[in-house]
């Protein structure tokens, strides 16, 4: 759509709840992620990973879901090769909300163009998942490679003490992780501008800042 509202194009079909997105700095492909629906069960649908590689592209809701399960609901009469499946699936009703493409040299090399995302914990399963902070590096095709935790500390026994929601680069390469279980905000630092693990990166070590403190 032009700033003046003119032209406006659909650019993606059949997703179901997004909240994050951002252009990867390679390739320029629009990535986001998509919260998939509650009550099939405690594990499936997962959430996604998308990516944009098209104008008018489907990505399966509310016919398909995660990219190989057809919705007991909406999807008779549909099969999920109709549609363009997820690049990566990221827990089941983890709640990933904010994601951007990591660009700065505060972190690891490894880091770099890597995507950090805010998964903000599913709230209806019996043993909760989500509730921190992972990074999602990309193979060579723009497929996931791996995920793994970046900040974690945010759920304990089975509660939230904290629930991630979005992430925003400094110009120093540092991270803002805002939280909405109390109102916080978090400053994500590498200390020493060194390498640090995700087990490292919990909220209960060094890395532990409100942006009041720093």
Known sequence: MNLD????????RGV?????FDWNPETKQLYFTDNGRDWMSED???????????????????????GNITD?????????????????????????????????????????NAIIVARHGSWNRSK???????????????????????ITGFLEDNKYIGRPV?????KDGSLLVSDDCDLSRYLRQAEGGGAVSG???????????RTSDV
Do not use: I
Request: glycine share 12%; charged share 20%.
């Open 44 to 66: 499936v649908p997962q959430d996604e990973l998308n990516r944009v590689t098209k104008v008018g592209e489907h990505f399966g809701a509310p016919y398909c879901l995660q």
């Open 166 to 170: 979005d992430v925003m680069q400094m």
């Open 128 to 150: 909760k998942v989500g509730g921190d902070v992972v990074v999602v590096r990309l193979n060579k095709d723009g497929t996931v490679k791996s995920m793994e935790p970046l």
């Open 16 to 20: 179901r709840n997004t909240v994050g």
């Open 5 to 12: 509202g003119t032209d406006m194009e659909v650019v993606a």
């Open 72 to 112: 007991p609901e909406f999807g008779w009469g549909h099969s999920c090769d109709e549609f363009t499946p997820p690049v990566g699936l990221m827990g089941p009703h983890s709640a990933s909300l904010g994601m951007r493409f990591y660009t700065g040299s505060m972190f690891p090399k490894s880091y770099k």
């Open 199 to 209: 087990r490292d990166a919990s909220f209960r070590g060094h890395a532990k800042h």
